[in-house]
Every structure is written in C-alpha cells, then in structure tokens.
C-alpha cells in the first residue's frame, strides 16, 4: 500500500513537472547567459523585440521529446540578429524559432550550427521559422556554412535563405563523425532563395557529406522545399552520400543540376524542375550504383553536359567511393522532360572515366526536347542501359537509340499546370498526374517578403539633372530618387570619382551633345550593390591626370559581395590617352560582373584595355565576368585589347564565362598587348561578323572544361589570323571556323 502510494505521488509530480517549466523573457545578452546555463527540458527563453548585436548564441541542454527546450521570439521576426553573430545548439529537443540573421556576418565557419563544438552535438532538435538574408562574409572568397547538421534526427524547415554570396555551402549535413552519420535528418518546407553566381567552386545551396565519407550512409529526408533561382555554382544539390530521399522538390529557374555526385542508394523522386528558357538550367545528374530516378518533371530546361535535364555519366574503372563511380543498377523511370535541351548518357566519357553505364534502366520516360538541336546524346555506350517504354514526342535522339515516337503528340496541361499527353495509350509513361508543384506561400515563413525578380535598367521614370556637376553627383548618390538620371546637352566636368553604390542609368540627348568630361584617374567606381548604365553620352577623358591604372569604370578596391552588372549603349568613349594604361571598364580582385553589355558604341584613342577582366589571376576558377557581350561597335586605335578576360585553373564548377562580340569594327586595336581580344579559359566564346583591320589577332587560350569557341562570318584585313592555343587538352583546336575572309598582307 505504501509503495503504490510513493509510485502515485512520483508519477503525480511527473505529470506536474511540464507546469513547472520556467519561461524566461530576456532583454540583454548578459541576461541570456545568465538563463542558458540553467535551462532544463520544458524552459522556453524568449528573446526580446529588437537588434541584437554581436550575439553568438549557444543554447545547449537535455531536453525531451514532451519537454523540449524551447529559444524564440518575442514576435516571430521581431528578434534581428546583426554584426557578428551565429547560433549554436547542443543537446537534444533543443527548439529555435522566430530569428532574423541579416546586417552582418558570422564570425565563424557557420551562421547555425547544430553543435555547440565538436565533443556537443544536437540530437532531435529543430531550427524552424528562422531568416537568413545576406548574412555574408565581406570577402566572397572567405568560406563559411550558413547552415552545418550534425548529430541526429534533426529537423531543419521552414527557414528563409536567400543571398549567400560568398563561398561555401548554404547548408551542409556533415557526416564527419560516427555520430552525424545514418542521421534521419529531415529538411523541409525552406525556401532558398537566389544565391547569387559565385563564379567559383563552393556555391552549392546544399550538400550532403563529403567525398572524405563518400562510403557512409547519411539517411537524409530533403522533401517540399523552393530552390528559386540558386545559381552559385553547376550543382545545386550536391549528394556526397548514400540512402538519402529528395522529394517533392520545386527548382525554380536555377542554374545547374541536382547531383548524385558520392554515395549509393539515394532516391530522386517526384521534383519539379522548371527552367523557364534560362541558360544552363539543369536537372539530375547519376553517378554511383542503385540510384533512383522516378515520376520526376523538367520543362524550359537549356542546361546540356553534366546541366542536362538527364544526365548519366560515364565512371573510373574500379573507382575510389570519392572520384567517379560507375553506374550500375540505376533505375530512371516515369520522368517527363519537356521543352529542354538536352539528355545526355555517357557523360563525362574520358581516358579515365572509361566505363560505361551497366545492368540500368531507363523506362516509361516521356522525352519532349526542342526541336532542331540533338535532344538525346549518347557519349557512350548504351547496351548496358535497358530502355523500355520510353516516348519521344520531340527532338532527335542520337542513332544508337530507338525511342517509340507516337503519332499523336498532344500536350495538355493538368490541373497541377504540368504538361501531359492527350493520347490514352501513353497514360503510363512520364511522370503522374497527382504531382504537387509547391506554391511559394507553402515554405519558409510567412512573415518575411521572399524577393522580386531582379530588377532591369530603365524601369523607372526619367529625372531630368540640370548642367551641373554638382547636380549630376548629388543625384547619383541619392538612394531616394529615381534610377534614371537624364541629363541635359553641354559638358558636365567631374571634379571626383563618382561611387555608385545602387542601379544607375544614366541617359544624355541623343544627338551627342552631352559630354562628360572627369578630372580624376577614375569617373565611376562600383561599389556594393552597384550597377550602371550609361546612354547617349559623350565620354571624354582629355582632362583626366596622368595616374597610373586610369579607367572611365573601375571596381572599388575592397571585395563586392554581390554581383554587378554594366551597360552601354550608344555612348562615345574617347581620349584615354593621357598615359599608356587607360582603360574604359577595369574589374579588381574578388568582383564579379553578372553581365557586361556594349551596344553600338564607339571607342577612340584608347591607351588601354576597353573591358579588363583578368584580376583574377591566381589560378582558382574565378573570374570577373559571367557574360560580356559586345555587339555593333566601333573600336579605332585602341592600344590594348577590346576585351582581355581571365579565368585559370583547372576548376569545372563554373558555366562561364560566356563572350559574345558580333556586328563591330575593330580597326587599329591591340597592338600594344599583341592580341585584339585576349580571351583565356573563356567557356563560350562566339565571334562572328565582325571587321578586324589592321589589328593584333584574337587569341584564345582553351583551359579546362568543354569550351566551345565559334568565329565565324568575320572580315580579318591587314590582320592575323585567330591564335587558338589548346592548354589541357592534347587535340586540336576546339574551334568552328567558317566563312571567315582573310585579305591583306598580314592576312593568310
Ligand atoms: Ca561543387
């Protein structure tokens, strides 16, 4: 009788014990030492409303699966953490909700962590509703983790990430100890935002394990999550490990492909993938053995090589678990690729990577490619891949390939807004009908704004500055006012270098009588943020000093987080030679231009270079423009290159860069570096319908990668032809050359 009684009164303070769970609401972070350091199972801590500055979090204990220790808000978004501040969690049912991580940077390798330190990991413990908005390191080549899991069975969803721009992972499951791996984490319903071109390795939105444990299972769940417009780098996902499930997944106009790159056993199914036209948007890419592809849906795809809608690739014979390993019993079945540009098998085919794809499947696949172009490539052989059931509605498949190609090819779009065929004899082939394609309101919070689509030149409504260069300054710097600054005709003379530090366009008359004359080594310099355009502007450079490394653009010497962007149209640049190196656009070290744009313009007397783009000298993979594209423009006696761009190393991370110079005169260009365009690991090179005369050649210098390089419909008098020199490569010059006419004496 008395035992049963002491038993009643332990199970009675038991069921008390949740109503003795403290709530603390603290305002400093000397009050949250204080608390941290006694929390038990069932506290919750609440943070007040308000900046938090320089606050590295730590929240560790045991709590229980009835009883978790709780850290939030006092609204969910109202507790913004800035400067140099992170979070880390140990223990186990540890909650974390309600935290804003923007205006600053983390001091440390990762903004959240799920351990304290490396003995403390954080077991069953969940980091919800939480924003991390540019929360990035100013040097973009300093790395860091916005995200790190450890431990096991933890949950990370609905969270906002958007804006890394500097190196590294936004969310990494790390398997580096026994006690990370088999894991059970579960991401879900989070929202990745645009991450930015990093132009560089170390721009995955998200990678599980790392080739060091390429051998281990990680057992992750990554389901009905937004991947908008993640274009840090060619793998969006990177998967470095096996028996891990990505489901339900909508990719959103990003910029490289979902990558099985380690690990065997993982589970591709029921993504949505839509492209929406833009360049190098990708899909799934196979490497290793037993992966699964299924009842997965690509449309406006234009990524080909290893950004293919589908790609399998081509292994190293008995492979290491962390260099390539062959495909081998891959099951690729009831996936819908429409509109897109490329499937490729064999990918990767090389002296090395040598064996093919073996004792696979490919099945009930609805194949839709884009007419014209060869939709279906094979780089290898195929009889080790069983293909059954397949239809191809559109496109051409390589000849080893005899996909069934129906009679009646009708689309029709679902309820889902995916597309599906009308004819009944192909209801089983592609993906299902009871596909979900997630709405942006079903991931990461909905008290925090996810971005508009980036903003254009031009969109806003002209304000007219007066014939002062005051007036021209002034306005430039004013955040508050209109983008679009129309200036009146005369001559406007700088008396200091303009920062440009948002979007800028500038607009003169349009019969050329607005001049700007810069009494300074540098007119604009971009900073964070910047972009600029400049129209119908007479840009003279006849007043400027004799400096060294002048330039009419020039980037800020300290490191630009995010990327920039340039145009030019018709704009008249002259008079740059007051010394021997001045330049119309220079970049510096750790920038990167999204786009660099020249359109019927005109470029006399140049000392310099008219785009220097080769800051980036150290051999890494970086470069400092992403597309430049130079189209009816006139160049005469520039002493320089018209475009000199840099990208070294041996680094396949990257898309570009991508050069484009159609339609323009180069007369007299080049001849104090040698070379009219000096163009060196470019990965899209198109030079066509040009007139070079009397200029140094183009010379292009072919790195790693797949480059590919086409000059063609160009005039070449009095002017060498193109130099194209192979560096990695021991074949011939990867170059498409026709209907080029050479006459002259220089010519051949
Ligand atoms: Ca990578």
């Known amino acids: 009788m008395f035992r049963a009684l002491a038993a009643w009164i332990v199970a009675l303070c038991l069921a008390a014990s949740p109503a003795m769970a403290e709530e603390y609401f603290v305002e400093t972070q000397a009050e949250y030492e204080q608390v941290a350091g006694s929390v038990v199972a069932?506290?919750?801590?609440?943070?007040?409303?308000?900046?938090?500055?320089?606050?590295e979090i730590v929240l560790q204990g045991q709590g229980r699966e009835e009883a978790p220790i709780t850290l939030t808000a006092e609204t969910m978004g109202g507790v913004i953490l800035t400067g140099q501040s992170n979070l880390r969690i140990g223990g186990s049912h540890l909650v974390v909700s309600g935290l804003v991580f923007r205006d600053g940077h983390s001091p440390t390798g990762e903004v959240i962590a799920f351990r304290v330190d490396s003995e403390t990991l954080a077991f069953n413990s969940r980091v919800t509703q939480v924003v991390i908005d540019h929360f990035s390191k100013p040097d973009r080549f300093d790395s860091d983790y916005w995200v790190a899991l450890y431990g096991r069975n933890n949950r990370f969803d609905h969270n906002h990430l958007v804006g890394k721009t500097n190196a590294g992972v936004t969310l990494a499951v790390r398997l580096n100890t026994e006690d990370s791996r088999e894991n059970n984490h579960r991401i879900d319903h989070n929202y990745f935002g645009p991450r930015p071109n990093l132009g560089s390795n170390g721009g995955e939105t998200l990678r599980i394990g790392t080739?060091?444990?390429?051998?281990?299972?990680?057992?992750t769940i990554v389901e009905n999550n937004i991947f908008d417009r993640c274009n840090g780098e060619v793998e969006i996902i990177s998967v470095k490990a096996g028996g891990n499930l990505v489901r339900?997944?909508?990719?959103l106009e990003s910029r490289g492909a979902l990558t099985l790159r380690h690990g065997d056993g993982n589970v591709v199914e029921r993504n949505v993938f839509l492209g929406n036209g833009v360049d190098h948007t990708g899909g799934i890419r196979v490497i290793n053995r037993r992966q699964i592809v299924r009842e997965n849906y690509m449309e406006g795809l234009r990524g080909d090589g290893f950004a293919s809608a589908l790609t399998v690739m081509n292994g190293v014979p008995n492979s290491p678990a962390n260099r390539y390993v062959e495909v081998q019993f891959a099951e690729i079945e009831n996936n819908s690729i429409h509109d897109s540009d490329r499937i490729t098998f064999g990918a990767g085919a090389d002296a090395e990577r040598s064996v093919a794809p073996s004792d696979s499947t490919f099945g009930n696949n609805l194949l839709a490619g884009r007419a014209g172009a060869r939709f279906v490539e094979v780089d290898a052989p195929v009889d080790g891949i069983r293909f059954a059931g397949n239809a191809l509605l559109a496109g051409e498949a390589a000849p080893e390939l005899s996909f069934a190609k129906p009679a009646d090819t009708r689309l029709e779009r679902g309820a889902n807004g995916l597309l599906y065929p009308v004819d009944p004899a192909l209801a089983a082939v592609g993906a299902p009908r009871d596909l979900r394609v997630l709405a942006l309101d079903e991931v990461g919070v909905d008290w925090y704004p996810k971005p508009a689509p980036e903003a254009a030149f031009g969109q806003s409504e002209m304000r007219a500055v007066p014939l002062s260069?005051?007036?021209?300054?002034?306005?430039?710097g004013d955040t508050g006012e209109s983008d679009t600054l129309l200036l009146a005709p005369g001559t406007y003379v700088i008396d200091r270098t303009i920062p440009v530090e948002r979007m800028v366009s500038l607009t003169g008359s349009s019969n050329g009588a607005t001049i700007i004359e810069f009494a300074r080594p540098t007119l604009f310099e971009l900073r964070e943020n910047g972009a600029l355009a400049l129209h119908n502007l007479v840009i003279d450079g006849s007043q400027a000093p004799d400096s060294s490394a002048n330039a009419v653009i020039r980037t800020a010497s300290v490191p630009i987080r995010g990327n920039l962007r340039i145009a030019l149209g018709h704009v008249l640049v002259r008079n740059l030679d007051i010394n021997r190196d001045f330049d119309v656009i220079a970049f510096g070290p750790s920038t990167l231009a999204d786009r660099v744009d020249i359109r019927n313009s005109t470029f006399e007397?140049?000392?310099?270079?008219?785009?220097?783009?080769i800051a980036e000298a150290d051999d890494q993979g970086r470069y400092n423009v992403e597309y430049l594209d130079i189209s009816g423009s006139t160049f005469r006696n520039v002493r320089g290159p018209v475009a000199e761009v840099y990208r070294g190393g041996r680094d396949e991370s990257t898309f570009g860069p991508h050069i484009l110079i159609s339609g323009s005169t180069l007369e007299a260009v080049g001849a104090g570096a040698g070379a009219s365009l000096e163009l060196h690991g470019t990965q899209r090179t198109r030079i066509l319908g040009n007139h070079f005369l009397g200029s140094a050649p183009v010379a292009i210098t072919h790195t790693v990668g797949t480059p590919r390089t086409v000059v063609a419909d160009n005039r070449f008098q009095n002017t060498p032809a193109p130099a194209i020199v192979e560096r990695e490569c021991a074949c011939a010059p990867r170059v498409e050359m026709r209907d080029n006419s050479f006459d002259g004496e220089a010519g051949e």
């Open 42 to 55: 069932g506290d919750t801590i609440i943070l007040a409303d308000g900046e938090w500055r320089d606050f």
């Open 211 to 219: 080739s060091h444990f390429a051998e281990f299972n990680s057992n």
């Open 248 to 251: 339900g997944n909508l990719f």
């Open 469 to 476: 260069s005051a007036a021209l300054i002034a306005a430039i």
């Open 605 to 613: 007397n140049i000392s310099g270079s008219v785009v220097s783009a």
